[in-house]
């Protein structure tokens, strides 16, 4: 996946799920079902198609007792719920079942991603007037003793997202080049993907207030974007290729290329 062999990732975690299927480890059946759900397969195939897999897979974990993999499943399930676009407050309801899930299971390694999106949901549909800055209130949780790259970059992302959506384009840009640094010994199979068109979308949104020569830099990081954005909707088209249209009609209007953009 990380070389943008889409396809050979693919079809090896196909042949993973169809071995599963044909030993019933059920013990083995959640984590390799939990893995290629919510690494693999949005790379061909819609979101949305992940997420009963990965209730299954959760339920699995639970029967099994690997308590581990069977929160970490029912937390990535949420996570590409709101990728996808489900609808926020039957998500909130998700959401709020899962922190009594997980509180039963003693699972804590992934409650600061449902804590940091819940807060998300909070601020998008019931504070409509409120700026990302409500996120800020999780970041402790990302840069405590207990850091880790996997928390600091889904931070990354919802901050990025809320940033974008109210505007904070100054405060959007500071963001993507901490995403940038942080993307360099760390890689997010589905982070890194999806957020690759807001980090476009924010480095544009600033192009009219920066000089000729960081406008430049712009737009050449922005042109690398959407070569990796254009091989990913090639790969998956319900998934990036509307993003890659949007980035490229932004990208055009800062060129002043009216005619290109209709």
């Not at 639970?62 to 998500?91: H, P, Q, S």
């Not at 970059?153 to 901490?178: C, I, M, P």
């Not at 009609?249 to 002043?256: F, G, I, K, N, S």
Request: hydrophobic share 35%.
């Amino acid at each position: 996946v990380y070389t943008h062999d889409f396809a050979f990732g693919y079809e090896l975690g196909s042949l993973g799920i169809q071995l599963m299927e044909a030993l019933d480890r059920k013990e083995i059946n959640c984590k390799v079902t939990g893995n290629f759900n919510s690494s693999i397969r949005f790379f061909r195939e819609p979101l949305s198609v992940s997420l009963e897999p990965l209730l299954e897979a959760h339920k699995m974990g639970i029967e099994t007792g690997d308590f581990y993999i069977a929160g970490n499943n029912a937390v990535e399930r949420c996570r590409i719920a709101f990728m996808c676009g489900k609808e926020l407050n039957w998500l909130k309801g998700e959401l709020s079942s899962l922190k009594l899930a997980l509180k039963k299971i003693d699972y804590i390694i992934g409650f600061s991603k449902v804590e940091i999106l819940t807060q998300v949901i909070t601020i998008l549909t019931e504070e409509p007037s409120t700026l990302s800055i409500g996120i800020m209130d999780q970041y402790d949780m990302v840069t405590n003793a207990d850091y880790r790259y996997g928390e600091h970059s889904n931070f990354n992302y919802h901050k990025l997202v809320l940033q974008y959506l109210f505007e904070e384009y100054e405060g959007a840009r500071e963001t993507v080049l901490d995403m940038t640094n942080l993307m360099k010994p760390y890689k997010d199979s589905i982070t890194d993907p999806l957020a690759n068109c807001y980090r476009s979308l924010a480095l544009l949104a600033v192009c009219g207030q920066v000089s000729e020569g960081e406008k430049e830099e712009i737009l050449t990081q922005v042109n690398e974007n959407q070569e990796t954005l254009e091989k990913l909707a090639h790969s998956a088209p319900p998934n990036y290729l509307h993003k890659h249209h949007l980035v490229e009609a932004e990208r055009m209007r800062v060129l002043d290329d009216e005619h290109d953009t209709i």
